[in-house]
């Protein structure tokens, strides 16, 4: 019998038996053992870098520091975050001055604005308000929003409200629940005071750009007529009501109006 190779063949067999006697090769040579360089540490030096370093940060450490330290405005009252309640004052606070805050540069009239009590993350506390503080209430880089919807996608809107229990809204909007019989059923739905609402066809609704992208369950927002940025962050909007307010000589107010009522 006779075995042909190609080429290739051959060759791999070399690399193969290359291979082989080099591993056998290098298996009976004694071990080799090399030391290591000394890699220990000065603590001294150590210090002094660190000390660098902190020399460096701290003017930057104290700056953001003094800026978070700011006092922005004088509350007469503690704003609680709360839960469990279709309105509060911290929630009307924050909604409020978001409208009056966008319709300065907005050139076209908002029908009321709408935000999460999720995204408020802690309570205005009475006295000093500080940048920092504000920065606690809204961590987020949330921008507001004008989202102009449909009457069926304002309804789902007014479904929502109801279902949820509340969430924060502007003045401009009032709803009342009530219960109305119909055959077997009883269908509990919220009744708009404002008339306009029954009439109109497309409403102007103010919002974070988050929760108009569906956040927090409000899909509503989802495919509107218009989306339209106001050129302003949630954040810098509280920050620039505070200012304006401390400026005027105004000190932060709560108060509770039954714009959302559960009777």
Known sequence: MQ???????????KKV??????????????AVYEKTQDSSINIIETTTEHQQATDLITPYKDSLEKEMNEVLVISA?????????????LG???ADLSIEIAQKTY????????????GLRTSLPKGEITRGKIFELM??????VVVTISKEQFEHLIGYLYTVGGQPISKGITLVNYIEKKSDLIDAKFL???DKYRTEKEFKILTSDYLAKGGDNMTFFLNPINYEKVGIKLRDAIIQYCVEQHAQGNKLNGKIEGRIVYE
């Not at 075995?3 to 067999?13: E, V």
């Open 3 to 13: 075995f042909f190779f190609t080429t290739y063949q051959f060759s791999a067999i």
């Open 77 to 89: 009252e503690e704003f609680p975050k709360e839960k469990g309640k279709p309105e509060t004052k």
């Open 92 to 94: 009307n606070l924050v």
């Open 107 to 118: 050139n076209s009239n908002i029908d009321f604005c709408l935000l999460n009590f999720g």
């Open 139 to 144: 961590p987020f880089e949330n921008e507001l």
């Open 17 to 30: 038996v290359a291979t082989v006697f080099i591993s056998l090769f290098l298996a009976c040579q004694p």
């Open 192 to 194: 708009i005071k404002e």
